[in-house]
């Protein structure tokens, strides 16, 4: 059985720093692409970031501050958040997957037949 497990979430200040971790197990082949997604109260889920073997990309709210890595030996998946601020609040999801594109599986994520972590909250207070 497929399973994704988030683990790093938490309270910060703004401008402090958190990173995200995802244990993926079930799986028999590497996901075309792996990544996070967030969700903050009354907001739809948006894309955060993703990784595949030869790239990766950010949303433009988080780009330059947070950092996608993965390891495929241990088949996990990293999120480094820095630079935090409070719009930042939501809960994350790492979810892993295949689209047509990086940019179609991070951008539509309800287009998209994926795996879902059952999440971890982030909030960055002012």
């Known amino acids: 059985q497929v399973q994704l497990v988030e683990s790093g979430g938490g309270s910060v200040q703004a401008g402090g720093s958190l990173r995200l971790s995802c244990a993926a197990s079930?799986?028999?082949?590497?996901?075309?692409?792996m990544g996070w997604f967030r969700q903050a109260p009354g907001k739809e889920r948006e894309g955060v970031a993703a990784?595949?073997?030869?790239?990766?990309l950010y949303s433009d709210s988080v780009k330059g501050r947070f950092n996608i890595s993965q390891d495929n030996t241990k088949k996990m998946v990293y999120l480094r958040m820095n630079s935090l601020k409070p719009e930042d609040t939501a809960m994350y999801y790492c979810?892993?997957?295949?689209?047509?594109?990086?940019?179609?599986?991070?951008?539509?994520?309800?287009?998209?037949?994926?795996?879902w972590g059952q999440g971890t909250q982030v909030t960055v207070s002012s």
């Open positions: 979810a892993a997957g295949t689209a047509r594109s990086i940019n179609s599986w991070l951008m539509y994520p309800r287009m998209n037949d994926n795996t």
């Open positions: 079930g799986y028999t082949y590497s996901p075309k692409y």
């Open positions: 990784t595949s073997i030869s790239s990766t």
